[in-house]
Structure formats: C-alpha cells, structure tokens
C-alpha cells in the first residue's frame, strides 16, 4: 500500500477516534464508599420513620414501625435498600433470631449462606470480589431482619439522575442476589402495575428504563442474579439501549420479587455512549467537590479498560499499574493535569492474566484500587 494513503488513512482514523471520544461518554455508578450517585431510594409502602435503638439493629430509622404482632424490632414497611458491604449491620442485635447469620445472639455474617464468597477464616471479613469492589446498592442486608419488610406488594425501588443517550447506547448492570424461583418465586422483567401508583408487577425484578418524565416503560431487563462465580466476580448483565438514541431516561432498580428472601445487590452499573444532560464536558470541573479515583470499567477485561479519576486542583499526576508483588508494570500518565474529571485507557494486550492495581497520584492525594485482566 502506498505510505502517503497509509499515513492518511491512519490520520482520518485517529480523528475519527477523537471525535468519537468527544461525544461519547460512559456513565458509572458503582456505589463505593457509600456513593448515592443521586439515586432516590424508595418503596411503594413506606413507614413512618421510628426513633433509633441501639439495641435493636439501628434499622429503625430506615424501615420504620416495629411488628405489630409484638415482636421487637421487626420491621413491617419500609425501604430495604442501603448502600455499603453485606456486613453493614454485623455486631448488631438482630430484630429477628432466625438464619444462620446470628452468633451469640449478634447478627454475623458467615460461611453458612456465603453468595458473596467472603466468609474465609475469621471475620470481619474482606468483601472485595473480583471486580475490585466491596459495596452494593442492595436490598440484601436489611433483609437479615425478616422477611415481613419483603412483601412483593412492598415493591423497592431505587431511580437514577436523568442521562442522555447517544447512539449505541448500552446498559451493563453486575449484580449478586438471592432471586432463584424457589426464593423469588415468579422472576419476569419490571412490569408496571396498573393498580399500584408507581409499583411494579408482583415477582419483577432488575433495570427499568423509563422516559425522563417517568410516565413511560420505555424497555427492561431481568436481573435473576445468584451468587459470585468462582472468581468472586458478580454476574453481568446487558440492555441493548441504541433505539432510544437522543432521549432522556431515567434508571430504576427494582426488586418486587415475590420471595420474602428474595433480594438485589447491584455491584455496578454502566451506561456507554451517555452523559448527563444537566452538565457538559467544560463544566464538568466546576462540578468536582473531591479528589477520586473510579472502579476501572469493564473489569474483568480483555485487553483494554478505562480509567477514570477526578482531581480538585492542576497538578502533576502520575496513574501507575502494579503487580500482585507492588512492582511497577505500566505508566499510563506522568504529567501536569488540569482538575476536573478525567479518562485513561489501559491496554494490556501485552500482559498476562491476573489481579493488577492501578494508583493515581496528584498533589499529596493518592488512591489505589484493583482490577482483573481475563485472558
């Protein structure tokens, strides 16, 4: 091939690449360090809110009412969802003594029921699963107090900011859960309910996708997650969201499972090709309020992921990759760095597969997080 068509067909491809990354962005929202991420947590049956007692759990406040049948600190309505690892709650005298996740009359989670595969050795236990988290926007831990606040009619529901999708738009969601038939009974994909305002059809559970005014059931996805794989790693799932190219949406979780033991806890979730609508690129600096370094995206991958992190001043920073022995193996930035937000792809098409962690420096801020190259 002639070396001035090769030049030119390379430089069209890298402006191609550029402009592409120009109007495409990947929205993440991994509930670490207890992140919202803005996300409104909410049931159809909420309860009037009850004074906390330290010896009842401390779920007062979240679930509401204790059992009007008499029995302390059951819970009867309320919100399941909490944000933080499944041992959020443990040490705490648990409301309801039933399960095997109570020693010595203390909620403890152990190796009894294990679907986050932590429970090795003695607690506390290290919930890091193979996608280098440990925190979950769940309806799992407050489920330890019975399964009265689990009603299917009580329908949880957690809703996103608003996104815009752009073209090739798709939805990942990596989650654990508790939702097989025998548990969950029926599991369909989030179906409104006509005779509940703002309810999901009994035994639906996972991702709506709704217009942004929230009136419309735009498309949906199963979560029928169990528990980690055999590298710790929950389960991914993917929504194909290209048809709703240019449209405002909003995101809800839902778990409505029929099971009182059924329950969601969601690792992760992405959105490719999307941005919020409420903020732009240029602004996106003004809108920094920590220093911040995200769970790399996808993880596990193969070669390529990208990482994104987020400083308050312009600084020199430095994001290195580390082996399993703290060995330095890649240098993917080493120069000065306006604040705001900021993406990195790491390539490791070169690299063998295991656990790496990437760190970034800026200033005197440093953070480390860990991730998984699959071969």
Not at 41 to 55: G, I, M, R
Not at 68 to 89: K, N, R, Y
Request: charged content about 15%.
């Amino acid at each position: 091939m002639n070396m001035r068509k090769t030049l030119g067909t390379l430089v069209t491809m890298l402006l191609l690449m550029s402009l592409n990354l120009a109007v495409a962005d990947t929205i993440s929202w991994d509930f670490e360090d207890g992140n919202d991420h803005g996300f409104t947590l909410h049931c159809v049956l909420p309860a009037e809110p009850a004074p906390d007692d330290p010896d009842i759990a401390g779920d007062e406040s979240i679930t509401g009412v204790v059992d009007p049948s008499g029995e302390v600190g059951l819970p009867t309505e309320g919100v399941a969802w909490t944000i933080g690892p499944p041992d959020q709650f443990d040490e705490q005298f648990p409301a309801v003594i039933e399960g095997c996740h109570v020693v010595d009359d203390l909620l403890q989670y152990g190796p009894c029921n294990d679907p986050f595969g932590a429970a090795e050795g003695d607690p506390p236990y290290d919930f890091t699963n193979g996608r280098g988290q440990s925190s979950y926007l769940n309806t799992y831990n407050l489920n330890q107090w019975g399964d009265v606040l689990h009603l299917a009619t009580n329908d949880q529901i957690a809703t996103s900011p608003t996104v815009l999708l752009g073209e090739g738009a798709e939805l990942t969601v990596w989650a654990v859960g508790n939702t097989t038939a025998s548990w969950a009974g029926t599991r369909i994909a989030p179906e409104f309910d006509m005779a509940i305002e703002d309810g999901y059809v009994d035994g639906s559970g996972g991702i709506a996708i709704l217009s942004a005014t929230g009136d419309e059931l735009l498309a949906s996805l199963l979560i029928a997650a169990e528990g980690v794989d055999s590298t710790k790693s929950p389960k991914a799932f993917t929504l194909d969201l290209s048809e709703f190219a240019g449209m405002e949406v909003i995101v809800e979780v839902v778990d409505a499972f029929e099971g009182g033991w059924g329950w969601l806890a969601i690792d992760e979730i992405q959105i490719t090709n999307t941005t919020d609508p409420n903020s732009t690129v240029e602004t996106k600096s003004t809108l920094v309020n920590k220093f911040h370094l995200a769970q790399n995206y996808p993880n596990p991958f193969n070669p390529c992921t990208n990482i994104e992190f987020q400083i308050l001043q312009e600084g020199h920073v430095t994001l290195s990759v580390f082996n399993t022995l703290g060995q330095p193996v890649a240098t993917l930035l080493d120069q000065e760095v306006k604040s705001g937000t900021h993406h990195v792809t790491f390539n490791a098409a070169n690299f063998p597969a295991g656990i790496y962690y990437y760190r970034v420096q800026a200033n005197s801020d440093s953070q480390v997080k860990k991730m998984m190259l699959l071969k």
